[in-house]
């Protein structure tokens, strides 16, 4: 008889999260089995709970994961039994595409999404391309790993690709799971940091994670306040308000991005005069490949950029989503599986 395992589902769009038994699958041909010791939970996941993407129900979401391979398929040469391994958001992709002979595996046509495409890691046990696997250094807790393969790659990755150089000026918006990394991987890649919050009760925390300077936008315009800074390189925005990137676009410098990383349902307001005569624009970033994983988690670990988790057993997923949904986490909730 086919052992069992714990795993945590939604049974279609918009329903709860439900604690459920069933048998431990088995890797095909290409896969890998993950016996998952922690996987983060991201606001992305609201999409496989709320639906938004086009899935197949039921799924089980979940794409900060981290375990021990547990069992290979067929064919699979480049990994094997008891390795440490974790897999993002980028949960797959062809190899094949135009995109994926040039390596922009990022892009592939045929890119799966971890939790979204196939069941995700809120499992005791999940398969895995082999392609999407991102490989832990020697020494890293699955539970300091896991937000870093969302949360941390997306920021890492996006702001390392942007035109800016140490010392400039670079915002984070929203002190959630992104942003509490971002602001982290900010003032450790040598930028004048800036933290944007909602109220004055992030401001010792922003502090404390690096930043430079904080900015509460309850005290008055946020794009007056980063001009009186000078001018943002790049805000990074991590809230899902257009209006809110319609106002920080005010407050980009010469030359400046607007990273948008979170996404608005809205239409944003841009002045365009402003953005033409200033040199500015408005970019959005998606996450990173296994390779872009490997080297977030080997800066983290060369800098000591460390996510702040609040942990809860599987069996509490869904307190776990709410305590993430309801802005109530410090930063970033993480489920252990064991
Ligand atoms: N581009 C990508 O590849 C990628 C990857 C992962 C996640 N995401 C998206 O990025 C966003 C952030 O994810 P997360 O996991 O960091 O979420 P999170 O932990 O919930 O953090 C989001 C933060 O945004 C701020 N916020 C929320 N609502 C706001 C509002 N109405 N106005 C202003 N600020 C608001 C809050 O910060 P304060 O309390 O400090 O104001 C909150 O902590 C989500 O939309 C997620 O889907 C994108
Ligand atoms: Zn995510």
């Given at each position: 008889m ?16 439900e ?5 431990i699958?088995e ?16 606001h992305?996941?609201?999409?496989t ?7 197949q129900y ?18 699979v ?6 390795q ?7 949960g797959?992709?062809c190899?094949?595409?135009?995109a994926?002979?040039?390596g ?15 069941d995700?890691g ?11 696997l991102?490989?832990?250094?020697d ?9 870093l393969?969302?949360a941390g ?7 390392r690709?942007m035109?800016?150089?140490?010392g400039?000026?670079v915002?984070?918006?929203g ?7 971002a602001?982290?991987?900010s003032?450790?890649?040598g930028?004048?940091?800036?933290a ?10 922003a ?13 008055g ?9 000078g001018g943002?390189?790049?805000?990074m925005?991590?809230?899902s308000?257009?209006r ?9 410098g010469?030359?400046?991005?607007l990273l948008?990383?979170g996404?608005g ?9 402003r ?11 998606p ?11 080997a800066?983290s ?7 702040r988790?609040e ?21 970033r ?6």
């Amino acid at each position: 008889m086919a052992r069992k395992m714990k795993a945590v589902q939604v049974r279609q769009a918009g329903g709860p999260l439900e604690l459920i038994e069933r048998d431990i699958p088995e890797p095909g041909p290409g896969q890998v089995r993950l016996a998952v010791e922690a996987c983060g939970v991201c606001h992305s996941d609201s999409l496989t709970k709320e639906g938004g993407m086009p899935i197949q129900y039921p799924r089980v979401p979940g794409h900060e994961v981290v375990g021990r391979i547990d069992r290979v398929g067929a064919g699979v040469t480049a990994w094997k039994e008891g390795q440490h391994v974790g897999v993002g958001w980028h949960g797959g992709h062809c190899g094949q595409c135009a995109a994926c002979r040039v390596g922009d595996f990022i892009t592939c046509e045929f890119e799966q999404v971890c939790g979204i495409s196939y069941d995700g890691g809120y499992a005791e046990y999940m398969i895995a391309p082999q392609e999407a696997l991102a490989r832990v250094p020697d020494g890293m807790n699955s539970q300091d790993v896991a937000p870093l393969l969302c949360a941390g790659v997306t920021t890492f990755n996006s702001l390392r690709n942007m035109d800016v150089r140490p010392g400039d000026l670079v915002a984070v918006q929203g002190i959630g799971g992104l942003g509490h990394l971002a602001i982290q991987f900010s003032r450790k890649l040598g930028y004048r940091t800036v933290a944007i919050s909602r109220g004055a009760d992030k401001r010792p925390l922003a502090l404390e994670l690096g930043a430079h300077e904080y900015v509460d936008t309850e005290q008055g315009p946020v794009a007056k306040a980063l001009q009186k800074l000078g001018g943002a390189r790049v805000i990074m925005m991590t809230a899902s308000s257009s209006r809110l990137a319609g106002e920080l676009i005010g407050g980009l410098g010469r030359n400046g991005t607007l990273l948008l990383l979170g996404a608005g349902a809205e239409p944003i307001p841009i002045q365009s005069p402003r953005l033409i005569m200033k040199r500015q624009r408005v970019q959005g970033w998606p996450s990173g490949n296994p390779q872009d994983s490997q080297d977030t988690l080997a800066f983290s670990a060369l800098s000591g950029v460390r996510s702040r988790n609040e942990v809860f057993p599987l069996d509490r997923a869904a307190d776990a989503y709410e305590r993430m949904m309801s802005n109530h986490a410090r930063f970033r909730v993480v489920l252990k599986m064991r």
